[in-house]
């Protein structure tokens, strides 16, 4: 049995509160140009399909245990709490983030990885993805909206394909990457942040850990090694300052690919008035203790 939505639904459900939607096992197909809210939650379950062609706007949760075809359709999140997006295994092509919930209660929560392949756009509220969780752009994909209150707390990764010459390459998580001459392929660059975990998003100095640095890593990972060193530049919101206040004199640490410590990268630097600078290319995660900008 399929089910072609062609029209504006709310409190459409299968379910027994009349603001919520479960797909039970048909084929649900919202077409181009078509909205689909639903006030509450969405639940598409095992041996159902969700095909986003339009736009599907939740207000509650969104669980996915079946199959969702995201064609070129955006799922919006417009709660006034916190919300879960629990993605089984699908990939969506645009997700906005638009929570209207108090400062705290205003998160998109995502407890695993979850693919988009066209756009984030982030007008309300912040997305944060589990210590374990990772929310991945494809290639080409773009973020738009990040800002002091508002953006992707957790794991964040980005790729960018045939990455090469001299061109700079923004990668939109906080990376600016200038290849130097050298040709990289596909790189990808996982920022982890804003989750106050020691070890997860922040790092410490081994020879004195009450020194630590802001709530940022990143790592870089380029299919191709590169011949003669690029260039990174970092930069970052204030709200992962990490409780950092002198920037005079930044230092960017790393971790070499064998794992062991934290090691400084280049001599230290004023970083707190004059825009991102950039740093030499860091095969692990970068640790800074200054921020870029302010």
């Known amino acids: ?7 504006a639904l709310a409190g459409a459900t299968t379910a027994a509160r009349a603001q919520d939607l479960t797909n039970t096992g048909t084929q649900l197909t919202v077409q181009p140009g078509v909205l689909l809210a639903v006030p509450g939650a969405l639940v598409n379950q095992a041996g159902a399909t969700l095909t986003t062609g339009g736009t599907v ?6 669980t996915n245990a079946g ?4 064609a070129s359709g955006t799922v919006v999140f417009t709660g006034t709490a916190d919300q879960n997006l629990t993605p089984g295994g699908a990939t969506l092509a645009n997700v906005e983030v638009r929570n209207t919930g108090p400062v705290g209660a205003n998160r998109v929560l995502l407890p695993a990885d979850l693919i ?5 756009t982030l007008t309300g509220g912040m997305l944060r993805t589990a210590p374990a969780a990772a929310l991945r752009l494809a290639s080409g994909a773009g973020l738009t909206g990040e800002t002091s209150g508002r953006y992707v707390q957790g794991n964040l990764e980005i790729a960018r394909a045939n990455v090469q010459g001299t061109t700079p390459v923004d990668f939109g998580n906080g990376v600016l ?3 130097n001459g050298n040709t990289l392929g596909t790189v990808r660059v996982t920022r982890a942040a ?9 790092g410490q100095n081994p020879a004195n850990s009450a020194q630590k640095g802001i709530d940022r890593v990143w790592t870089i990972a380029a299919a191709q090694a590169p011949t003669t060193p690029a260039d ?9 300052d990490n409780g950092l206040t002198d920037f005079r004199q930044a230092q960017v640490w790393r971790m070499p690919d064998n794992g062991t410590a934290w090691e400084p990268v280049g001599p230290r630097a004023e970083a707190s008035a004059r825009g991102p600078r950039p740093r030499p290319a860091a095969s692990r995660p970068a640790l800074l203790l200054s921020r870029a900008g302010r």
């Open 194 to 202: 804003g989750l106050q975990l020691a070890g997860v998003s922040y």
């Open 1 to 7: 049995m399929a089910l072609l939505v062609t029209l």
């Open 67 to 70: 199959t969702v075809v995201p």
């Open 177 to 179: 990457l200038n290849p």
């Open 232 to 240: 990174l530049t970092f930069s970052w919101l204030a709200d992962d």
């Open 116 to 120: 988009i392949s066209q756009q984030l």
């Open 57 to 62: 706007q939740v207000g509650g949760d969104f």
